[in-house]
């Protein structure tokens, strides 16, 4: 009998250890799980191919532009691909493209822009000239001489402005979903650099989330890795330069129309639309009464292709703003097919 007491005392001192342990254990389990700082050029950051740096000096101060330089895997069809990243994405966010790409025969060449990625972040004018000159100097550096150009969101802008300063560059261009298909100035009221920085300031990674959200028909955790980012630099002591940049880049878009345009460019092109997309930089100054007219891009898809002049349109039914994500297989379907087309 006394044994069995002795036994018995034993195994509830190993069960009040264990609970203590647990308990114990809750902070650093939680800690763990914490978000990491990251570093505003993200040297911590994987990128899925080798980073280079190519060195830039913009109003007296010495930058660096990351890029990748990924060559074909197999047959090599001696052309070359160039991948243009959105506002709130970077080159390493084409993973999946790029190996369709190489795959089929093509080298691709992935910039991430000065703002962005792991390039420098730094204070200065923003324009798409300026970031399409830099990748002209780029390429010019690299011995490329004619490339077909994706742009996504943002990098359609940018992809626009590049085709129509170097037509003799771009023998293909595909625009997937692009921002700026409508005048933002006509729809969007004005917000000065000081609203727009503290904008950035003031998101958190709740907010940061819901608006990448908007961008999907159907989230899918994998697009959390793109909240994640965001809300790691917001950790960064360097963060406010960040916010600055973002700040600028914003006030790009907004100042810097494509638009009015289109009918000038030269080259063949794609415009893929998913139908669901509803994006408009700066949606939440928008009138109440304009959003039902604003951001519908199943229209200004259709609007997009009467202007350019030599364009083929693809509508993606049930895809929102990112279709190289959420339809990828079709998207990139559509993608192989049009860049071989003469």
């Known amino acids: 009998m006394k044994l069995g007491k002795v036994t018995l005392k034993i195994e509830y001192v190993h069960v009040i250890y264990f609970v203590l342990m647990l308990l114990l254990s809750i902070p650093l389990l939680t800690l763990a799980a914490e978000l990491q700082p990251l570093s505003i050029t993200m040297e911590e950051y994987p990128y899925p191919y080798p980073v280079h740096l190519l060195p830039l000096t913009i109003e007296r101060q010495d930058l660096n532009m990351a890029y990748m330089d990924v060559h074909p895997v197999g047959m090599d069809r001696g052309k070359t691909v160039l991948l243009l990243h959105g506002k709130n994405f970077f080159g390493a966010s084409w993973k999946e493209t790029i190996e369709v790409l190489t795959r089929s025969g093509y080298r691709v060449i992935v910039p991430d822009q000065i703002g962005f990625g792991k390039s420098s972040k730094p204070n200065i004018h923003y324009s798409f000239h300026l970031l399409a000159a830099n990748t002209k100097k780029l390429l010019d550096t690299l011995g490329i001489d004619k490339v077909m150009v994706v742009g996504h969101s943002m990098g359609g802008m940018l992809a626009t402005r590049f085709t129509l300063m170097y037509p003799g560059c771009v023998t293909h261009l595909v625009l997937e979903d692009p921002i700026g298909l409508e005048d933002y100035r006509s729809i969007v009221p004005y917000a000065s650099l000081e609203e727009l920085y503290k904008n950035e300031l003031n998101a958190t990674e709740e907010s940061i989330r819901n608006y990448h959200k908007s961008y999907y028909v159907?989230?899918?955790?994998?697009?959390?890795?793109?909240?994640?980012?965001?809300?790691?630099?917001?950790?960064?002591a360097e963060y406010p330069r960040l916010a600055i940049s973002s700040a600028l880049t914003y006030q790009m878009i907004?100042?810097?129309?494509?638009?009015?345009?289109?009918?000038?460019?030269?080259?063949?092109?794609?415009?893929?639309?998913?139908?669901?997309?509803?994006?408009?930089?700066?949606?939440?100054?928008?009138?109440?009464?304009?959003?039902?007219?604003?951001?519908?891009?199943?229209?200004?898809?259709?609007?997009?292709?009467?202007?350019?002049?030599?364009?083929?349109?693809v509508e993606l039914p049930n895809v929102g703003h990112v279709p190289h994500f959420e339809d990828k297989n079709k998207f990139h379907q559509e993608l192989l097919t049009f860049l071989q087309r003469k």
């Open 218 to 236: 159907k989230w899918q955790p994998e697009y959390d890795e793109y909240v994640k980012v965001a809300a790691r630099w917001k950790l960064s």
């Open 254 to 313: 907004y100042e810097q129309p494509v638009c009015n345009e289109f009918a000038n460019i030269k080259a063949k092109t794609l415009l893929v639309i998913g139908q669901a997309d509803r994006t408009v930089v700066g949606k939440a100054r928008v009138r109440m009464e304009l959003l039902p007219y604003v951001g519908q891009y199943p229209d200004l898809g259709k609007k997009t292709a009467k202007l350019i002049p030599n364009s083929t349109l």
